[in-house]
């Protein structure tokens, strides 16, 4: 029987880890054959790549080393055990407290200019933009793993449609608007986009492309993922919760289907993924007019507490390539 793909990186991993066989041995499910481990054990042995394979787990044993030292170093400062609240910072503020050390932060003053905060009720928002078509991602029950498949999932309605049902269910994850719907760039959306702020300083003025719509009822959830840009999210109507991880728990990345955790990060099996006793989870809730900083590469999951409507913008004035274009080549030996 051939064995899953999870437990062949595994094995790979233990064995060039130089863990004892027994050790290994014992750390396979039950319900995989000991002759298919042994027999992959002396493949990896005797494989032409052995030194390759080796030199790749090597580093990634000691990158995992790097990021626990530092969460080691960071659990002596128990200020870091929550996410803090501040009503503004200027721009240089935000660099030195949360752009630059990349730390979560939520600003709770910086919102209180915006139109949107007094304007986007959802009778305002049905009269003023509901023909607008907008991408609704459905059927979100049928699988586990609704994000990755936000295109198959997608079907067009109008804005009115959706805030009606909104208003008629309130609770439920079936359907979401999510970021994947050309959020503000959508030409019927226009005339919402100048009831948004750009935060003294931290934001440009330049939106295309770079703010999203999330619209949906409560009970809709986000599974733990991590991204690839830094994102001010900012809470316009409802009240969501985040549950943050920092990426320097970087034994998360061996249990993910492209950016998303295979891990629960409301309920940690434990016992399924054992390096999840060392995980700290910081958790904050946002309501309207919080904007929480979200830097790029930390882990977050997002549960809707009720009826909600944000808007992430990743506009930053101060804008770093933390995209994964940025996965270079290795210079050439
Ligand atoms: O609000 C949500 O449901 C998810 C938000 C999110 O994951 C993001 O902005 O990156």
Not at 32 to 43: C, E, I, S
Request: glycine fraction near 6%; aromatic fraction near 10%; hydrophobic fraction near 40%.
């Amino acid at each position: 029987m051939p064995l899953p793909r999870e437990v062949r990186t595994w094995l790979t991993e233990a064995w060039f880890r130089d863990a004892p066989v027994d050790e290994i041995l014992a750390g396979v499910p039950a319900a995989v054959p000991v002759t298919a481990v042994k027999a992959f054990l002396r493949g990896l042995e005797t494989s032409p790549h052995a030194e390759e394979f080796g030199d790749l787990v090597t580093r990634i044993a000691r990158l995992e080393w790097q990021g626990r030292i530092r969460l080691q170093a960071g659990r002596l400062d128990p200020s870091r055990r929550r996410v803090p609240r501040v009503q503004h910072l200027t721009p240089r503020q935000f660099i030195e407290r949360a752009y630059a050390p990349n730390r979560p932060i939520v600003l709770t003053r910086m919102m209180k200019d915006w139109k949107a905060l007094r304007r986007w009720t959802w009778a305002f928002l049905a009269k003023t933009v509901g023909d607008a078509p907008v991408e609704v991602m459905e059927h979100r029950e049928t699988t586990a793993f609704y994000d990755l498949n936000v295109n198959r999932l997608s079907e067009t309605t109008t804005l009115s449609e959706f805030i009606g049902w909104i208003q008629r269910v309130k609770t439920s994850n079936a359907r979401y608007m999510v970021a994947r719907n050309n959020g503000l760039d959508a030409p019927a959306l226009k005339p919402l986009r100048g009831d948004l702020g750009f935060f003294g300083g931290i934001l440009d003025r330049g939106l295309d492309g770079l703010s999203y719509l999330w619209v949906g009822p409560g009970g809709t959830v986000t599974p733990l993922h991590h991204d690839t840009a830094n994102n001010l999210f900012c809470q316009v109507r409802g009240r969501k919760r985040f549950i943050l991880i920092d990426p320097a728990n970087a034994e998360l990345l061996r249990d993910v289907l492209s950016y998303y955790s295979l891990i629960d990060a409301e309920d940690l099996d434990v016992k399924r993924f054992p390096y999840l006793a060392e995980v700290e989870r910081l958790t904050v809730t946002v309501g309207p007019g919080d904007a929480l900083f979200l830097p790029a590469g930390w882990w977050h999951h997002v549960r809707a507490l009720s009826p909600s409507l944000s808007v992430s913008m990743t506009n930053f004035t101060r804008l770093i390539d933390t995209h994964e274009a940025s996965f270079p080549l290795p210079g050439r030996r």
